[in-house]
């Protein structure tokens, strides 16, 4: 963390020195700097949400955040300061140090708002104390989490024993994943960093997963998640273009019969260890049959299944699953028949899946091989990260310390974010963003009236506070 630079003359030397001493080299703070004022968290995120910062449109919000970091003491690196390509990281010693990197990842840029949104995507409005707004939960709620984490655990810090570097690392274009964002980093800055573990966005509480309320708190920490597989098909048929005269054969009602085939049959179920254990810590808190059936759930896949099916959030995490995201064509008139129509598959695999044998079964399902089936995006496989070392240890410790009687679970994510960058070089990462989301809450996400509790803030950031501390302490004792 900066000292910030004094000039000084001899006789306030004294005076000098013995008010760095008594900060213990940790800065206290009540709140987060701004503008040489201190303020609280939900005022900053209010800030933060009323810049626009639409995917490869970042770089006003990225100015914005990485200011704040700056002025509260922390160590800038810029990997980018672009649009599409603005990265930085915030870290309380200079990356030069090559301390071991305990990274928070988070994402600058948010989706387009949704016309039918009662308030203005920007407006950061506090209503019943939620505030309202693009990127309140996705992503700039959980980067001031991360921000107002460390700024707390720098409190109680001995910067001069630490043995962990901490940084926050603020990407581009996590949405769209373009070239320039995370990846950008990775390839190019991968050992600046120095990364020991990532902490990542991800579920909370998944009670409202599951639509219902448990006994007690379960908390999913994400080891790894499903990967992007987006196709694009392509077919084109020459025949008469008047619509008066319908062809016995045309590029709209082939494409239309072929997708049909491929989509009225969902994938089968698979079953791996990490949704194996979901089920089963889910068992632990049911009674009678259900209890008895999800302790066992490979036993009783045949019962499950169809349970399974109904439920579009659990299937996510048993299958690979394929969703229609678009069809288009150049034709604009009702009376024009297109030679040439088009379709956008959003395919999400299982991390043991073969793209290409998945791909061939896509190719059979559609049974029309005149389809042109492209592979427009793929993201890397990984393997799951570890649960048995202290990064995961200790974040589960600091969910069931702020969480009383919580349980955490290892879990698979069905959504793909950032972390697979980092997880794919081997690096060990965890998603998780360790608060309470309410079912409605969750739903806004991506979709009308984005919003959260202010008190979730507080919650998040208690808990990044809690696991770096409970990682110095580790440290301190096996010494």
Same mark, same amino acid.
């Given at each position: 963390?900066?000292?910030?630079?004094?000039?000084?003359?001899?006789?306030?030397?004294?005076?000098?020195?013995?008010?760095?001493?008594?900060?213990?080299?940790?800065?206290?703070?009540?709140?987060?700097?701004?503008?040489?004022?201190?303020? !609280?968290?939900?005022?900053?995120?209010?800030?933060?949400?009323?810049? &626009?910062?639409?995917?490869?449109?970042?770089?006003?919000?990225?100015?914005?955040?990485?200011?704040?970091?700056?002025?509260?003491?922390?160590?800038?690196?810029?990997?980018?300061?672009?649009?599409?390509?603005?990265?930085?990281?915030? /870290?309380?010693?200079?990356?030069?140090?090559?301390?071991?990197?305990?990274?928070?990842?988070?994402?600058?840029? %948010?989706?387009?708002?949704?016309?039918?949104?009662?308030?203005?995507?920007?407006?950061?409005?506090?209503?019943?104390?939620? $505030?309202?707004?693009?990127?309140?939960?996705?992503?700039?709620?959980?980067?001031?989490?991360?921000?107002?984490?460390?700024?707390?655990?720098?409190?109680?810090?001995?910067?001069?024993?630490?043995?962990?570097?901490?940084?926050?690392?603020?990407?581009?274009?996590?949405?769209?994943?373009?070239?320039?964002?995370?990846?950008?980093?990775?390839?190019?800055?991968?050992?600046?960093? !120095?990364?020991? =573990?990532?902490?990542?966005?991800?579920?909370?509480?998944?009670?409202?997963?599951?639509? +219902? =309320?448990?006994?007690?708190?379960?908390?999913?920490?994400?080891?790894?998640?499903?990967?992007?597989?987006?196709?694009?098909?392509?077919?084109?048929?020459?025949?008469?273009?008047?619509?008066? *005269?319908?062809?016995?054969?045309?590029?709209?009602?082939?494409?239309? /019969?072929?997708?049909?085939?491929?989509?009225?049959?969902?994938?089968?179920? @698979?079953?791996?260890?990490?949704?194996?254990?979901?089920?089963?810590? $889910?068992?632990?808190?049911?009674?009678?049959?259900?209890?008895?059936?999800?302790?066992?759930?490979?036993?009783?896949?045949?019962?499950?299944?169809?349970?399974?099916?109904?439920?579009?959030? @659990?299937?996510?995490?048993?299958?690979?699953? %394929?969703?229609?995201? !678009? @069809?288009?064509?150049?034709?604009?008139?009702?009376?024009?028949? &297109? /030679?040439?129509?088009?379709?956008?598959?959003?395919?999400?695999?299982?991390?043991?899946?073969?793209?290409?044998?998945?791909? %061939?079964? $896509?190719?059979?399902?559609?049974?029309?091989?005149?389809? +042109?089936?492209?592979? *427009?995006?793929?993201?890397?496989?990984?393997? &799951?990260?570890?649960?048995?070392?202290?990064?995961?240890?200790?974040?589960?410790?600091?969910?069931?310390?702020?969480?009383?009687?919580?349980?955490?679970?290892?879990?698979?994510?069905?959504?793909? !974010?950032?972390?697979?960058?980092?997880? /794919?070089?081997?690096?060990?990462?965890?998603?998780?963003?360790?608060?309470?989301?309410?079912?409605?809450?969750?739903?806004?996400?991506?979709?009308?009236?984005?919003? $959260?509790?202010? &008190?979730?803030?507080?919650?998040?950031?208690?808990?990044?506070?809690?696991?770096?501390?409970?990682?110095?302490?580790?440290?301190?004792?096996?010494?």
């Amino acid at each position: 963390m900066h000292v910030p630079i004094l000039a000084v003359n001899m006789k306030k030397f004294t005076i000098l020195f013995l008010l760095i001493s008594t900060l213990s080299f940790s800065q206290k703070i009540n709140g987060i700097k701004f503008d040489g004022k201190t303020i !609280n968290i939900e005022t900053l995120l209010q800030k933060y949400i009323q810049i &626009p910062s639409v995917s490869e449109n970042e770089k006003e919000a990225g100015d914005f955040f990485k200011a704040v970091c700056k002025e509260n003491g922390l160590y800038i690196t810029n990997f980018g300061s672009e649009n599409g390509n603005y990265n930085f990281a915030a /870290s309380i010693f200079p990356l030069s140090t090559k301390k071991p990197n305990i990274i928070f990842l988070n994402h600058l840029d %948010v989706v387009p708002e949704k016309n039918t949104s009662e308030f203005k995507a920007y407006s950061g409005k506090i209503i019943d104390n939620e $505030i309202y707004g693009r990127g309140a939960i996705d992503n700039k709620g959980n980067a001031i989490m991360h921000l107002y984490g460390v700024l707390k655990f720098l409190e109680t810090l001995n910067l001069e024993n630490a043995k962990y570097n901490v940084t926050i690392l603020s990407v581009s274009c996590e949405e769209t994943q373009c070239d320039g964002g995370a990846a950008y980093v990775v390839d190019n800055y991968l050992d600046v960093l !120095n990364p020991a =573990t990532v902490i990542g966005e991800g579920l909370g509480e998944i009670s409202m997963l599951m639509g +219902k =309320t448990f006994k007690n708190l379960i908390f999913g920490i994400s080891v790894v998640h499903k990967r992007t597989f987006w196709l694009d098909l392509e077919l084109e048929i020459k025949t008469s273009g008047h619509g008066s *005269v319908t062809p016995l054969e045309y590029a709209n009602k082939e494409m239309v /019969s072929a997708l049909n085939n491929l989509l009225k049959k969902k994938n089968r179920i @698979i079953f791996n260890d990490l949704n194996v254990s979901f089920m089963k810590g $889910i068992g632990k808190h049911e009674k009678g049959l259900v209890k008895a059936v999800l302790k066992h759930p490979k036993y009783f896949r045949a019962a499950l299944t169809p349970r399974i099916k109904k439920q579009p959030e @659990i299937f996510a995490l048993f299958s690979n699953t %394929v969703t229609l995201t !678009n @069809i288009y064509t150049d034709n604009k008139s009702f009376n024009k028949i &297109p /030679s040439k129509i088009g379709a956008y598959l959003d395919c999400r695999l299982l991390p043991a899946t073969n793209e290409y044998e998945f791909l %061939v079964e $896509i190719k059979k399902r559609l049974k029309n091989d005149n389809i +042109k089936v492209k592979v *427009v995006e793929i993201a890397p496989s990984s393997e &799951p990260s570890p649960t048995d070392n202290l990064f995961y240890t200790h974040l589960e410790k600091a969910i069931m310390e702020k969480y009383e009687n919580a349980e955490v679970i290892p879990i698979l994510l069905p959504n793909i !974010n950032d972390l697979g960058i980092f997880r /794919s070089k081997g690096i060990p990462c965890y998603a998780s963003v360790p608060i309470k989301l309410s079912r409605e809450q969750a739903e806004s996400v991506h979709n009308k009236n984005e919003h $959260i509790s202010i &008190p979730l803030l507080y919650d998040g950031a208690d808990v990044y506070t809690k696991f770096l501390a409970n990682m110095e302490d580790a440290v301190s004792e096996t010494e």
